[in-house]
């Protein structure tokens, strides 16, 4: 089993940063990619960032040049920086492996609320 814990989420004003932080632990498959899911209120869970398999990055358009993920291997831990917050930014985050091992199979965190006001 893989857990993942998430921490760095709160309440911030529109324009403001916030950094979130998401370690895992457990046992992780060693070829693995993290990254970054959120989800609104009566929407769909949606990818925010996530590396890939080679190592390069995806980013949702509506966050490109305002968040960046970032990665220490060694601790097992993905990063979100987020600046520029709009309101709209508002959800759950939440934190997500995608393990290759004998199969392929997700884990997700519990989520941190990252709620901006106008």
């Known amino acids: 089993q893989v857990q993942l814990v998430e921490s760095g989420g709160g309440l911030v004003q529109a324009g403001g940063s916030l950094r979130l932080s998401c370690a895992a632990s457990?046992?992780?498959?060693?070829?693995?990619?993290m990254g970054w899911y959120r989800q609104a209120p009566g929407k769909q869970r949606d990818l925010v960032a996530a590396f890939t398999i080679g190592g390069s990055t995806n980013y949702a358009d509506s966050v490109k040049g305002r968040f960046t993920i970032s990665r220490d291997n060694p601790k097992n831990t993905v990063y979100l920086q987020m600046n520029s917050l709009k309101p709209e930014d508002s959800a759950v985050y939440y934190c997500?492996?995608?393990?290759?091992?004998?199969?392929?199979?997700?884990?997700w965190g519990q989520g941190t609320q990252v709620t901006v006001s106008s």
């Open positions: 457990g046992s992780i498959a060693s070829i693995n990619v």
């Open positions: 997500n492996l995608r393990s290759y091992g004998s199969y392929v199979r997700d884990y």
